[in-house]
């Protein structure tokens, strides 16, 4: 969410400044949730890989210098560094945890209200921004999951059906492969194929998953998203040493690969 609200301030421009605002207040709020997160998660919890990638530093560091928004980068060295599950320390953390989820949870409404917005005002062409309007609405659609999530979690009702998740993230796959293929310079013509590629990948998981049944589907999905993972990677590095024309900012591409991992821990039923 932190991240997301950082794409959206940084494809404003100047004369929407009180949404530049917004979003950085957005970001920050975030951060310090994240950050409240990763202290209650150490020794307890273990960090899974969609939490941080080998690049998520060095993306964050990059962007920042691109842009002058300003991540903490504390955070993502902590996270990188937190060892496994301890039994060292016992202390109850519930009610902190509770306290977690209900902050999550108001702070990821005023998100999609922010997200909403803006989409609206583009759609109704009384905004510019250099997102696609298919990109803020994606990242709408990825917070109204996390509320739902956040909520089922503290009401302690069942979270949303195998079949519904591994459908919702095809369909996220799918648009991150077309985002790909659209903000590529037009002459990286090659990883427009590829991205392409990719797209049409998960047009097809989308459509399996909703009339899921067939043997070896999740064989398929899984190797569909660990090769979208790879080129995920292929990207971030490509953008972090300057070697791939795009108008994609290093941390989206990091962003990609952790949604990627996310996917995957899904499909491998570790979460
Ligand atoms: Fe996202
Ligand atoms: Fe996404």
């Known amino acids: 969410m932190k ?13 929407n400044a009180d949404l530049v605002a917004e979003g950085e207040r957005i970001h920050s709020y975030f951060s310090e949730l994240l950050g409240r997160a990763v202290k209650l998660a150490a020794g307890r919890v273990d960090i899974l890989p969609d939490a941080v990638t080998p690049y998520t530093l060095k993306a964050e560091q990059k962007t920042g210098a691109l842009t002058r928004f300003s991540f903490n980068t504390e955070i993502t060295a902590t996270e990188t560094s937190l060892s496994k599950r301890q039994a060292a320390d016992f202390a109850d953390v519930t ?20 997200k909403t917005k803006v989409l609206n005002e583009f759609l109704a062409c009384r905004l510019f921004t250099f997102n696609y309007p298919l990109l803020i609405d994606h990242i709408r659609r990825e917070a109204l999951e996390f509320l739902d999530h956040l909520e ?12 519904n998740a591994v459908a ?8 991150h492969a077309e985002f790909a293929r659209g903000l590529l310079d037009p002459t990286e013509e090659e990883l427009i194929v590829v991205a392409d590629g990719f797209a049409q990948r998960f047009k097809e998981m989308l459509r399996l998953s909703v009339t899921p049944g067939k043997d070896g589907q999740l064989a398929a999905n899984r190797k569909a998203v660990a090769d979208f993972r790879a080129f995920n990677v292929q990207g971030t590095e490509g953008l972090l040493e300057c070697q791939i024309k795009a108008v994609i900012a290093p941390l989206l591409a990091d962003h990609l690969i952790r949604e990627s991992d996310h996917f995957l821990l899904i499909l491998d039923n570790k979460i």
């Open 152 to 163: 089922n979690l503290e009401r302690g009702t069942p979270l949303a059906s195998d079949a």
């Open 3 to 15: 991240e997301h609200a950082f794409f959206i301030a940084a494809a404003l421009l100047p004369v």
């Open 95 to 114: 009610d902190s945890v509770r306290r977690l989820n209900n902050d999550a949870i108001s702070a990821t409404r005023v998100i999609i209200r922010y």
């Open 168 to 175: 919702f993230w095809n369909r996220i796959m799918k648009e």
